[in-house]
């Protein structure tokens, strides 16, 4: 039998919405790292994780990633996703 396909949807603290679906894959939460490039400029990655362990867990690999891009600083937020049956 196939999964239910449903939308997941993630609410950031500064009010950003992002809506993922429809999908049946067993995602629980939604990372956001925000990286303050030298030249005052950002550039911002995002993903999806099975679990809140597996999503912070990015945090450790963006600690790397900043040394070896010479960011001035970046921004890390997990937060969970609110699932439903229809896209918003």
């Not at 950003?16 to 990286?35: D, E, M, N, Q």
């Not at 030249?39 to 963006?62: D, I, P, Q, R, Y």
């Not at 900043?66 to 049956?85: K, T």
């Amino acid at each position: 039998m196939a999964k239910k396909k449903r939308y997941l949807t993630a609410t950031m603290a500064d009010g950003y919405v992002k809506t993922i679906g429809p999908t049946s894959a067993p995602f629980t939460h939604y990372w956001r790292l925000v990286a303050h490039l030298s030249n005052g400029k950002t550039e911002v990655f995002w993903g999806h994780a099975k679990s809140l362990k597996e999503a912070t867990g990015k945090k450790t690999a963006s600690e790397e990633a900043a040394r070896q891009r010479g960011w001035a600083r970046f921004d890390f937020e997990v937060v969970p996703l609110i699932e439903s049956d229809h896209g918003q």
